[in-house]
């Protein structure tokens, strides 16, 4: 037992000790950063890893968040270059870059934020007139976000957006903003059926100039293949024409061929001629020229006095000398 007794105060102190060796123990999460003083005197900023603080001497005296952060502010009354007043609430999106700054630069950094904000915001918004504040939140925005980021920059603050999140005007003013608004959407509505209208005539008359273009287009059409088939007519019977007369003409010279292959003799010939005299006897020639084969033929004087009776009387018969 007095083994036991002289050992528990070693196992206290063994317990203290190790609970403050835990204690001094720092694991600094991502994103994260602890501002170190050391007998209230700045030492350092930790950033993410494990850290070992000094026991009694080095303290904590701020964990930063590095992240980007969204503070929401109330909505401030503003007045315009025209003396109208107006409500208008803001978002500041800003992000902690340097935490010894943001630790020993102000006090209370939030507050400061919020008023340096509205006085901003105020500024800008005196210096426009209610139409150019209704119709230039991206200009406010950029201008508000570099006024605020370089004034927060001593404090270790980055400001990186300003959105204006809403703008409210005087009822009145907004009663007379919806009846504007209600006139140009009926203004617009009318255009729009006026459009409407003309796109429709438009069309109709497109149709029937496409109707009467497709009309004189099929006459066109018709006049051609009407003409062409009259083209054609005309060319099959010039050809039928020619084709008969190359049949006579092949008549002819098989006609002769023939004549020629059976050797005729002269009574055939002297037949032929005179078939063909009469022939020419028939017609309304005021000469006739008759061969001397055919002057002993008993039948010429007949023929010739025909042909004097019947024809001119001034027509004369030539006798035709035979060849020695």
């Known amino acids: 037992m007095d083994i036991l007794f002289a ?3 070693w196992v206290a102190i063994v317990i203290v000790a190790l609970i403050i060796f835990g204690s001094c123990i720092k694991i600094v999460p991502q994103s994260r950063a602890y501002v170190i003083t050391r007998l209230g005197r700045f030492l350092t900023v930790w950033d993410e890893g494990v850290k070992f603080k000094v026991p009694f001497v ?3 005296v701020k964990n930063v968040s590095l992240k980007e952060q969204v503070v929401d502010f109330a909505p401030q009354p503003v007045i315009t270059k025209d003396n ?3 409500q208008i609430d803001s978002v500041v999106y800003f992000q902690i870059t340097d935490p010894k700054l943001y630790t020993y630069g102000i006090e209370n950094p939030m507050s400061a934020i919020e008023n340096l904000t509205a006085t901003t915001l105020r500024n800008i918004i005196g210096d426009l007139e209610l139409d150019q504040t209704l119709t230039s939140r991206d200009h406010i925005n950029t201008k508000m976000r570099a006024l605020l980021d370089e004034a927060t920059d001593p404090w270790g603050i980055k400001v990186n957006r300003v959105e204006l999140k809403n703008i409210m005007p005087p009822r009145d003013i907004q009663e007379s903003m919806e009846k504007q608004m209600r006139a140009e959407r009926e203004r617009r509505e ?11 005539q438009i069309l109709v008359a ?3 100039k496409q109707s009467a273009i497709l009309r004189a287009d099929a006459a066109k059409q018709a006049a051609i293949l009407q003409a062409e088939g009259a083209k054609q007519a005309k060319i099959l019977e010039a050809e039928a024409e020619a084709e008969a007369i190359l049949k006579v003409q092949q008549a002819t010279a098989d006609a002769i061929r023939l004549i020629n292959e059976a050797a005729p003799g002269q009574g055939v010939l002297t037949i032929k001629a005179l078939e063909a005299f009469t022939a ?3 017609g309304k020639a005021t000469k006739i020229i008759i061969p001397s084969e055919l002057q002993g033929i008993a039948g010429l004087a007949a023929a010739a006095k025909t042909v004097f009776d019947t024809e001119d009387p001034k027509a004369t018969i030539t006798k035709t000398v035979p060849r020695q």
């Open 7 to 9: 050992i528990l105060p």
């Open 58 to 60: 080095d303290r904590i």
């Open 84 to 86: 109208v007043t107006m």
């Open 190 to 200: 009318s255009i729009l059926q006026a459009e409407g209208q003309k796109q429709s």
């Open 206 to 208: 497109e149709g029937e």
């Open 280 to 282: 020419a006897a028939n």
